[in-house]
């Protein structure tokens, strides 16, 4: 699991978001995480310390003098214990607090005794978040090397509209991890294509697969959490772009190919995971078909572009990475997909395995042979090829 063995202290402060808070600990628990949670007096009048307790496994502080700890210094021997510390949500009384290096509470306290970093996600109404002493503190504690996630904009708990929100526990989470991967690409611009493509019959109907773009969205992520610069082009899929990802939304092949081919020579690294169409409609129609108009409709189909294959062609072009799902013959399609590609990478699945669930099993071909890797979510899988490309990409 992603962060086996990382102790992570969970400040919770007191504000509405503090319920998402026992969110966090469960999905921190569940990549193997320690999760130590410490809440201020605020906090507890909107959860109580035995959900965390529940939830983490760990009983809970609340205050300085607590006499669990022998030395009576839990602040020293909680942040001590840490490898990171995390606010959420972390209120704007507590911000204030820390940028200004007060130690009236006990996470405060930790804070100030810690050695360890320190992330934080606020959580406040808009106009607190606005107001220009929470903005000087959050310029402070970004000066002393505090790092920030979020806050977003949305709809308040108090009604009103606008930034503040706190960012999703998910995305916390995802956050968490990426401070703890290795940064094997950090510097190297990477492009990654994810998703279906969807080609026009009608203004209504089409040609699509079945792609969820999970397997792509999650190459995308851990190139993010490795440090690199991700653009990722996505067929028309059902999720957010990861954090960090900036993403362009296409439809069909064409859209894609272009959207490709405009950032190709920009990039070092390219991965093909997109289930691309080889062929769209010749004829599509440019308004709805009519059922009781001239018979069964004939639908000519025309070849598309191979966008990988365009880009494996670039003089000095990025260092190119397919993907191929097959039903049979993995080894051999793949690695005559790898030749006629022209590709030093391609990762093989098989499509019972790779197609729309969360997890896979891949095997990468290169000019070493075949590399089978454990079947795992793909989250993990996807990591592990990011790692081989960082390994055959070197320096380069
Ligand atoms: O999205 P998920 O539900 O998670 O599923 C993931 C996946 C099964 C779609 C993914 O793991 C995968 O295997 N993607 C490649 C699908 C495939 O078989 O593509 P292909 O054999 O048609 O193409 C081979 C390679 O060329 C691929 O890298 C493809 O992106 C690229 N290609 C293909 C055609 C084309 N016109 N342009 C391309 O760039």
Sequence with gaps: MELTGKRIVLGVTGGIAAYKAAELVRLLGRTGAEVQVAMTEGATHFVTATTFQALSGRPVYLDQWDARMPNAMAHIDLSRQADLIVIAPASADF??????????????????????????????????????ATQR???????????????????????????????????????????????????RKVL???????????????????SSGRMGYAVARAARQAGAEVTLVSGPVAFSPPQGVDRINVRSALDMHAAVLARAADS??????????????????????????????????????????????????????GFAAE???????AQAKRRKKNIPLIAGN???????????????FDDAGSHPLTPAPKAVL???????????????
């Excluded at 606008?162 to 510097?187: S, Y």
């Excluded at 039903?327 to 399609?333: G, K, P, T």
Aim: glycine share 10%; with cysteine.
């Design 327 to 333: 039903s049979r013959n993995l080894d051999d399609y």
């Design 268 to 321: 070092d690294i390219f991965i093909a995971v997109a289930a691309v169409a080889d062929y769209r409609v010749a004829n599509a129609a440019e308004h709805k078909l009519k059922k009781d108009h001239g018979g069964v409709p004939a639908i000519e189909l025309v070849e598309n572009p191979d966008i990988l294959a365009e880009v494996a062609a670039l003089p000095e072009g990025p260092f190119c990475v």
């Design 382 to 396: 996807a990591r592990q090829l990011i790692e081989h490309i960082a390994k055959l990409t070197g320096n380069r």
């Design 192 to 210: 990654i294509t994810a998703g279906p493509t969807f080609e026009a019959i009608d203004p209504v109907r089409g040609i699509t697969n079945l």
């Design 95 to 132: 911000l204030a607090r820390i940028a200004n290096g007060m130690a009236d509470d006990l996470l405060a306290t930790m804070v100030l005794a810690r050695d360890c970093p320190l992330l934080v996600a606020p959580a406040m109404n808009r106009q607190m978040w606005e107001n220009p």
């Design 350 to 364: 098989l499509i019972q395995d790779g197609f729309g669930g969360d997890d896979n099993r891949l095997v990468l």
């Design 137 to 187: 503190n959050v310029r402070q504690l970004g000066e002393d090397g505090v790092a920030f996630i979020g806050p977003v904009s949305g709809e308040q708990a108090c009604g009103e509209v606008g930034a503040g929100r706190m960012v999703e526990p998910e995305d916390i989470v995802e956050a968490v991890i990426a401070h703890f991967a290795p940064k094997c690409l950090a510097g």
